[in-house]
Structure formats: structure tokens, C-alpha cells
């Protein structure tokens, strides 16, 4: 009897190690890489700029997509030169920043985000991770952007 509940007690860890590692597994595979990034409005240029870093690839570049006030924008490659990313230790390559420079807005307050884009493995699905905080900033009549 006392052999029973040792080997009942072994297969409930070996259970619990197996379900535990392919619960890992599936979720590593299923779900996008971890992305790390920050943007801001440069509002003497009129631009929404920075960078971005997929932690899985640090080496590669990251395409990237601009919404302003729930608009669909732009999509680009994040591979401008970033020296201050490899200072910091995101990547070993500085390619991974981004400007997006958009056209005249309305006056009044806007908000743009920027979103990472991961494409599956087969390329027929993607979901976005937005990179940073939601980016605030105002126009005036002249097209002027001021930060809020």
C-alpha cells in the first residue's frame, strides 16, 4: 500500500512538471515576443519619434505602425540609428529607431500610439504591441504642436 501512494505521489509531480513545461511551451510559441521601446512628439519638428526593440531579435528591426486619435497613419521599419540603445544594452546594432512625420492635423489635442508588429511564423496573422505610452500633444491653427 505504502508503494501505491509513493508512485501515485511521483506520477502527480511528473504530471504537474509535464502540464507546468508545456504550459510554458504554448505560451512562448502562441504569444507575441516581448517588445521595448519609447516615443515621444518632437513638437519643434512636428514628428512623433523613437525607438523600439524586439527582445527576442534584438538585432533585427521592428516595423512599426502610427495611429493618431484612433487613425491609422503609417507603417514603417524602425531602423534609424539609435547609438543609445546599444549604450544601454537593449541591442548590439543602433538600427532600431523611427520618425513618423505626419501631416497637418486639425487644431485642437491628438494623441498617437505606437504599436510594434509581430507577425506569426506564417505570416498570416499579426497582433500590435503598443510601444511606450500613449503620446499626447496639441496643434494650433498654424499646425503648431506643443506637448499637453
Known amino acids: 500500500m505504502k508503494k501505491l501512494v509513493h508512485l501515485l505521489l511521483a506520477k502527480s509531480i511528473l504530471e504537474t512538471i509535464f502540464v507546468g513545461t508545456l504550459a510554458v511551451v504554448v505560451y512562448v510559441k502562441l504569444f507575441p515576443p516581448t517588445f521595448h521601446g519609447w516615443g515621444e512628439a518632437v513638437v519643434e519638428e512636428k514628428r512623433i519619434a523613437g525607438w523600439v526593440v524586439n527582445s527576442a531579435r534584438p538585432g533585427e528591426a521592428v516595423e512599426v505602425q502610427l495611429f493618431i486619435d484612433g487613425r491609422f497613419i503609417k507603417t514603417e521599419a524602425a531602423f534609424d540609428p539609435r547609438p543609445d540603445i546599444v549604450t544601454a544594452g537593449w541591442s548590439t546594432v543602433p538600427w532600431h529607431g523611427f ?17 510594434a508588429v509581430h507577425r506569426s511564423y506564417d505570416d498570416r496573422k499579426y497582433s500590435l504591441q503598443l510601444i511606450g505610452d500613449p503620446i499626447r500633444f496639441e496643434t494650433d491653427i498654424q499646425d503648431n504642436w506643443k506637448r499637453r
Open 99 to 115: 520618425d513618423f512625420w505626419p501631416s497637418k492635423l486639425p487644431p485642437g489635442k491628438h494623441e498617437a500610439r505606437v504599436y
